[in-house]
């Protein structure tokens, strides 16, 4: 079955350090690759999007992730952590030709000042 | 923009009552969805849709119902609602229905079943 693994339900940062929440993935083929952010109280909202078009993907928010499949794997960074960043992350992945997607059990990040 | 809109917000229910999730989007999207959130789980998927009465099972999909009679609608019915489905549900729609289409999401509705 095609699944996601976050590894870290909770990650903690300082203001202005290095963001890093893990997603690794399960397929032999490279699937396509979401990152969902949900703040409180909110619906989830897409950060960025691995669609095989290159491997370093930029999103929103400064935040980006690169594609590795050696690794099979699809981490989110931002070089500088902001209080506005605390919320909840999910990684999400569609096999090719599939209709679903199918979500990582999610990280919450807190971001200390 | 309204994009992806669910009702109600919140509800309470008592174990054995039935009711309805509204969802309605106003992007055309052919694809529709619904999923869960509970704690330490991340998102379960219930039921989807790839178009106008089409309709089909998710991993979870015991105790739900769904219909898509248009386009635009996508309701949730709990046919006899139980304490394990007290969860946020959440409701979501892409413009393509395989690919690298990305889901759009609903605010959530936040049901208790007690």
């Known amino acids: 079955a095609q699944s996601v693994t976050q590894l870290g339900s909770h990650v903690s940062v300082s203001e202005g350090a290095l963001v890093l929440l893990r997603c690794n993935y399960s397929?032999?083929?490279?699937?396509?690759l979401f990152w969902y952010v949900q703040y409180p109280n909110q619906g989830l909202q897409l950060l960025l999007k691995y669609t095989s078009a290159a491997t370093l993907v930029k999103g929103i928010n400064g935040f980006e992730a690169e594609f590795k499949k050696s690794e099979t794997s699809f981490h989110l960074t931002k070089p500088s952590a902001h209080m506005s960043d605390a919320a909840e992350y999910f990684c999400?992945?569609?096999?090719?030709?599939?209709?679903?997607?199918?979500f990582g059990t999610g990280t919450r990040l807190t971001v200390i000042p | 923009n309204a994009g992806v809109t669910q009702t109600p917000k919140f509800q309470v229910l008592k174990t054995g009552q039935s009711m309805t999730l509204q969802c309605a989007q106003d992007m055309n999207h052919e694809y529709m969805s619904w999923y869960r959130q509970d704690p330490g789980m991340g998102l379960r998927l219930i039921h989807y849709s790839v178009g106008a009465g089409i309709t089909d099972q998710g991993e979870v999909p015991n105790g739900y119902n769904v219909s898509r009679s248009t386009t635009e609608d996508f309701p949730l019915r709990l046919l006899s609602a139980a304490p394990s489905q007290t969860s946020v549900y959440f409701c979501a729609s892409s413009y393509s229905t395989i690919g690298a289409g990305e889901l759009f999401f609903g605010e959530g509705s936040r049901l208790t079943v007690l």
């Open positions: 397929s032999s083929v490279p699937p396509y």
């Open positions: 999400a992945v569609r096999r090719t030709g599939a209709n679903n997607l199918f």
